[in-house]
């Protein structure tokens, strides 16, 4: 057995070193308790470490005589003379000494199994910080824990907690810069048993103000970057986290690790969506959402052309939401207190469009059975919205300009006109200027109903539009649907951005109910919304954007000059070959 023996002084005594950790000083309290006021309260310790035992003074002030010279570390050997405060003791091994058991830390597995049942269910980053840093404290019998994160290229501290499950205040005054520099340097577990004996640290500022004893540095890794460090402090002189067991605390860093990742991108994905929500609040125009230019200059327009009581022709592609635009066209006139009535002009056979429109007398046709009115009666004194215009029968397009301009409406079977009061708004996914060119729209019906005209641009012209009704959607067909609210992932919201949208709006709505209702994750993947990458459109290179954007501008221009290709040419400040050349391209 391994011991310390006093030389002189009468009779003889020993001293065992049976512990890892052996405490020397005039203390009572100490192991090996010296009465003399030469030594310091805790002067020194014994440490065995792996097969060998080394002597540590607690303070840089303070040594040891070992052989006759000073230290204030060093590795005893057997028959090694020590001299502490005038006492002389002889270091005897008899028998090298056994190296420790290996730690199997049946305590540290029922930790990690407690903070596994703990932290079921739990997303929220803060209570995972903190469940996290217990169970390392109790895992090190350290005194105070933190956990340090690198976000957005800024350290800081999230969580600090003290063995008594207290949050910490000040978090960082309790740091050392140079010790977390190095860990972050050395990217491995640390543990510095007596920090103020480590060269690496000799003169540090921040480890002679915070007189740190011990430290231990774990670090984080998520997706092989180094996501942060779990550090644990101990301010004891005989603190040396001696019996820790490093194998079961890099099993915990590693689970740590994925659960600080996880928890970190579900709030991250909180505050994305937090934020959509704040600017789905501000960027609202009554029924429609857009934050982009686009839609902006749409709003200002409603917002121009609602007082005046004009027809309006709102043009854009199938889910553009025309009648939203339409609605608040109606709501901000002085006709919003009358009826907004709304009839599709494509969704009803064209022998029965003309009674819907303009009513019916009893007996007017097989199965008129009693007078009934049109759209255009029950929208008087209020707006009458006329969807999908550009698919009206030739015939229907005479008699509605005629009402247009009289403001009187004949009902089918009757002579006798009738004046009401509406204002009529149209909308078309058709292009009516083309129509007319093919004789297949009035062109005089055309220019009375597009006195002033709206064309709303596709999603995928609007930007993070598409980001802002992906979220108002979800918040709104969840309870609809019966199901729970879910987040935009990363890579959600990434292909929402690239993805076409040729069904717009509409598209999308129906895309989100499909992931509310399938989606098994805690956030919506591309694979939800069924946006893989094979149904996304290639990135082009700078090039050949470039040349998309050329061909079609010299189209717009050849256009603009009745095909003439050599004005075209004068006109972009180029060569003519340079306008063939293109052509041979489209």
């Known amino acids: 057995m391994a011991s310390l023996r006093v030389i002189g002084g009468g009779e003889p005594r020993i001293f065992p070193l049976t512990e890892r950790l052996t405490t020397l000083g005039s203390a009572p309290a100490n192991d090996i308790s010296l009465n003399t006021s030469e030594l310091a309260e805790h002067h020194a310790t014994i440490q065995l470490d792996a097969s060998a035992f080394v002597i540590r003074t607690t303070a840089r002030k303070l040594s040891v005589m ?11 050997c057997h028959g090694d003379r020590l001299v502490l405060g005038g006492v002389e003791l002889e270091v005897v091994l008899l028998d090298s000494p056994a190296a420790p058991p290996e730690p199997t830390n049946p305590r ?32 090190s019998e350290g005194q105070k824990g933190f956990v340090i994160l690198a976000r957005d290229g800024q350290w800081s501290v999230p969580a600090a907690r003290s063995v008594d499950a207290t949050a910490l205040e000040n978090a960082h ?67 040396y986290f001696a019996g820790v067991d490093l194998e079961l605390l890099q099993v915990f860093a590693s689970w740590a690790s994925l659960m600080i990742a996880n928890a970190l991108n579900v709030d991250a994905l909180q505050e994305d969506r937090d934020a959509l929500r704040a600017r789905l609040r501000d960027q609202r125009f009554g029924s429609v959402i857009g934050a982009s230019k686009a839609m902006q200059t749409i709003f200002e327009a409603v917002e121009r052309v609602a007082p005046a009581s004009v027809s309006v022709l709102i043009t854009g592609e199938t889910g ?9 066209i109606h709501r901000r006139s002085p006709r ?31 199965g008129a059975t009693a007078r009934r009115d049109g759209k255009f009666h029950a929208a ?37 006109p009738e004046e009401l009061d509406f204002r009529v708004l149209a909308a078309t996914h058709v292009d009516l200027h083309e129509a007319v060119a093919k004789k297949r729209f009035r062109e005089d019906l055309y220019y009375r109903l597009n006195v002033v005209e709206l064309r709303l641009p596709p999603l995928r012209k609007r930007g993070d539009d598409v980001l802002l009704l992906a979220n108002f959607l979800i918040e709104r067909l969840a309870p609809e649907l019966g199901v729970s609210s879910r987040p935009l992932s990363t890579s959600c919201r990434e292909a929402l951005r690239r993805y076409d949208w040729p069904g717009n709006v509409r598209q999308l709505e129906n895309r989100i109910k499909r992931a509310l209702i399938l989606a098994s994750g805690s956030a919506l993947t591309p694979a939800d919304l069924e946006l893989q990458e094979s149904a996304l459109p290639q990135r082009r290179s700078l090039a050949e954007a470039k040349e998309a954007f050329a061909l079609n501008y010299i189209l717009e221009t050849l256009e603009q000059n009745g095909g003439n290709r050599s004005q075209t040419a004068r006109d972009l400040d180029v060569d003519p070959r340079t306008i063939f050349r293109y052509l041979e391209k489209a």
């Open 108 to 139: 540290g597995l029922e930790h990690l199994r407690a903070l596994a049942t703990r932290l079921t269910g739990t997303d929220d980053i803060t209570g995972v910080l903190e469940h996290l840093l217990d169970a390392v404290l109790e895992l």
């Open 173 to 239: 005054l309790h740091l050392s810069d140079s010790i977390i520099g190095h860990a972050i340097a050395s990217r491995r577990p640390l543990i510095i048993a007596d920090v103020r004996s480590e060269d690496a640290f000799e003169g540090a500022q921040s480890v002679v103000d915070l007189e740190i004893s011990s430290v231990l540095c774990l670090p984080l890794f998520a997706h092989g970057e180094l996501l942060g460090l779990i550090y644990v402090g101990d301010d004891r002189p005989t603190g």
């Open 380 to 416: 008087h004194r209020g707006t009458l919205f006329l969807d999908e215009i550009g698919e009206m029968p030739a015939a229907l397009q005479v008699k509605l300009l005629r009402v247009l301009q009289e403001h009187c409406v004949t009902r089918v079977g009757s002579n006798t």
């Open 66 to 76: 070992v052989n006759g010279k000073k230290r204030r570390e060093h590795t005893l």
């Open 336 to 366: 919003a207190d009358g009826p907004f009535i709304t009839i599709n002009c494509g969704a009803i056979p064209e022998h029965l469009l003309e009674s819907e429109l303009f009513g019916h007398e009893r007996g007017a046709f097989t």
């Open 320 to 328: 553009t939401g025309k009648e939203l635009i339409a609605h608040e």
